[in-house]
């Protein structure tokens, strides 16, 4: 099962967050723990990420079968917020397994195929030689120094084990599955329950042409925008990140 973290108070519905591709559940520490003050929430490292198990697999189905397998062991349904990749795991969850949940926060994703690759920073990762880390700035050092931007080799570099020179990633696996990972399974039926898709308003990874896509799988599928955030809009404007997901998973059902 997945390595997981819980904070808060045992009151009202729990919520669990799913990070994104190259990232953990520590990534949310800041969120979780301003929700924390009104109900359980619990943050996993997805499988190949953190500190849960490595797999050869990773698609869609595999992840939302690990998230399944967390919400049955705490005893569910749970709230979820899931992001970029989480957020694609999220959204197969609900297909396949509603049970699990009650209300869902897409961060930035579509159920769309993705023409972009992540694949640059597996190779910059790959190439940072860890026997001259010594702390995390050495390594933001050589991955800026092979074209990484400042600001996410400060968030990669948060998946670095330095005492044991070795990357808390399964980069082979993640190189292995890229196409699943960029892909949308397909996947039979609709979730007919509350969802919001929350995206930067500074991003286009949910463009205007999706929502057809979106709106044929999630039924109830409401839309928000963060003005000033980009992908990262819990970590580019977190105030207002989460404020309004407080304020969606708090509104009475209408």
């Not at 769309?112 to 992540?118: E, I, K, N, T």
């Not at 597996?122 to 933001?140: G, K, W």
């Not at 991003?203 to 000033?228: C, E, G, M, N």
């Amino acid at each position: 099962m997945l390595t997981y973290s819980e904070i808060g108070p045992e009151t009202g519905t729990p919520l669990l967050i799913a990070h994104g591709l190259y990232g953990s559940g520590r990534n949310w520490g800041v969120i979780a723990k301003r929700l924390a003050d009104t109900r359980r929430v619990i943050t996993v490292d997805m499988r190949n990420h953190g500190h849960s198990f490595w797999s050869d697999d990773h698609g869609y189905a595999d992840l939302a079968a690990d998230l399944a397998a967390v919400i049955d062991h705490l005893g569910g349904p749970v709230d979820v917020v899931g992001h970029s990749m989480g957020g694609k795991a999220a959204m197969v969850l609900a297909l396949m397994r509603p049970d699990t949940l009650r209300r869902l926060v897409i961060g930035d994703i579509a159920p769309v195929r993705y023409d972009h690759s992540q694949m640059q920073f597996i190779e910059a990762m790959r190439a940072v030689d860890l026997n001259a880390v010594t702390r995390r700035s050495d390594a933001n050092a050589q991955l800026a120094s092979h074209g990484v931007d400042p600001a996410l080799c400060s968030f990669l570099t948060q998946s670095l084990d330095i005492g044991g020179r070795r990357w808390r990633l399964n980069l082979d696996a993640l190189a292995d599955n890229m196409d699943a990972i960029l892909g949308f399974p397909d996947v039979e039926g609709q979730h007919h329950g509350s969802t919001l898709f929350l995206s930067g308003g500074q991003s286009d990874y949910v463009a205007p042409q999706y929502r057809a896509a979106i709106q044929a799988l999630f039924t109830h599928a409401r839309f928000a925008r963060i003005p000033k955030a980009g992908h990262w809009l819990h970590a580019e404007d977190p105030r207002a990140f989460e404020g309004t997901v407080r304020a969606y998973l708090d509104a009475q059902e209408v």
